[in-house]
């Protein structure tokens, strides 16, 4: 029987060097000992896709090694950078260029600078994928997590990526123990909606089916922010995972709290995808409520029930063959229903997964969290930044 490969991310450690707004994970590192081996990555199934993320994962100096053991067993890889190592980006693309780096660019220039607090973060990053595409690496382009902050630079920066001949990925405020968040929410939401509706009708007069599903996926994260149920079912941990630098297999990143069904570290991968608590997990998720709509667990859905974006799809196409603008944010009822007064924002704040009142967690080892005792998450980061640079 032919093997099925998964969908996986892993998050290859918790540091950050960025201090963005509305994630908190700089705050709360793993220690450099116990991130995930080359040894447990040797252990992963197949896979048709993989995502590499962090924290900030060119904060490792053996990424390349990772990658190379990925390499071996994943169709597609692709990077979420915040493109502040330039050197160390640039040197794995060269010896892996047909690997997919996404540049989180939260704005124009100020907007960006002021959201993800890196020194002169949006000209690194934007210079980081110029570099990219000089070097002829197709797959590379920008992400954005939208919110009241920056919505009005979200056309814009599609624009430029547009004319850089880049992808432009989007997303919009979670919380969950993966961002040690629980605080996000979208105060303006008819304004970020009508950003997202712009950007839509732009994706949808291009010539690229791929852009198309993208207006689809925009179109279900303003259904999100309005906090409604999500528009495919969630099938994580069926045939996708995530898996964090302490090696714990987990369904997605998109819990309160973290929830585990094994260890690679003390398991083979059989073993612990089968076992009874990856089962329980599975069971948790089928009756999950949190209805995220973030492209690790939109993406194999989208592909699974092709159906459903395609038929969207065809429909403002062939719209489009009479209307200028044919898509419009008030084809959602909740969207009509907001502006008619029939709901309320409190209500609507309800259906969010923001809880003023939640203790956030933030899936950290007793030993990171014991590094914590005395000092700040920023002050480990750095100075291991700067020992590195030393070296
Ligand atoms: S909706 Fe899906 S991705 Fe979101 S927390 Fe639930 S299981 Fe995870």
């Known amino acids: 029987m032919k093997e099925k490969k998964l969908n996986g991310t892993v998050i290859v450690t918790y540091r950050c060097n960025a201090r963005c707004s509305m994630c908190n994970r700089y705050k709360a590192p793993s220690s450099p000992d116990e991130e995930i081996t080359i040894e447990a990555i040797k252990k992963l199934p197949k896979m048709y896709f993989t995502n590499i993320t962090g924290g900030e994962p060119f904060i490792r100096t053996d990424l390349k090694e990772i990658v190379r053991e990925l390499y071996k067993k994943s169709d597609r890889i692709v990077i979420s950078t915040n493109g502040f190592f330039t050197d160390r980006i640039v040197d794995l693309c060269k010896e892996f260029p047909n690997i997919g780096i996404r540049i989180s660019i939260e704005g124009l220039e100020e907007t960006n600078n002021d959201i993800r607090g890196l020194d002169d973060g949006y000209n690194r990053g934007y210079e ?11 797959d590379v382009g920008f992400g954005m997590t939208v919110q009241d902050q920056n919505a009005k630079d979200l056309v814009p920066l599609y624009e430029i990526s547009d004319q850089m001949g880049m992808e432009f990925a989007t997303a919009s405020l979670h919380n969950s123990f993966y961002f040690v968040e629980a605080k996000n929410i979208i105060k303006d939401r008819p304004m970020v909606a009508e950003n997202f509706e712009k950007l839509i009708n732009e994706l949808l007069k291009s010539k690229s089916p791929k852009k198309w599903m993208r207006a689809y996926f925009n179109h279900g994260l303003i259904n999100y922010i309005y906090g409604q149920k999500r528009l495919l079912p969630c099938d994580m941990s069926f045939d996708t995972f995530f898996i964090d630098p302490y090696g714990d297999v987990m369904p997605c990143n998109g819990t309160k709290d973290k929830e585990v069904m ?15 608590e990856a089962e329980s997990v599975r069971k948790k998720v089928r009756c999950c409520d949190r209805d995220c709509w973030m492209i690790g667990s939109v993406s194999p859905a989208m592909h699974k029930y092709i159906w459903v974006p395609a038929t969207w799809v065809i429909w403002h196409k062939f719209k489009s063959l009479f209307m200028k603008k044919p898509y419009s944010m008030y084809e959602s009822k909740i969207v009509r229903d907001y502006r008619d ?36 998450g920023e002050e480990i980061v750095d100075a291991d930044i700067a020992e590195q640079m030393k070296g």
Do not use: F, H, Y
Request: proline share 2%; with cysteine.
């Open 341 to 376: 007064g029939k709901v309320s924002k409190e209500e609507l704040d309800k259906c969010s997964t923001c809880d003023m009142n939640a203790i956030i967690k933030d899936g950290l080892s007793e030993a990171s969290k014991a590094q914590l005792l005395g000092k700040t």
């Open 262 to 276: 094994g260890n690679i570290n003390k398991q083979s991968w059989d073993e612990l995808w089968n076992s009874p």
């Open 128 to 138: 980081t994928l110029k570099k990219l595409r000089e070097m002829g690496m197709k």
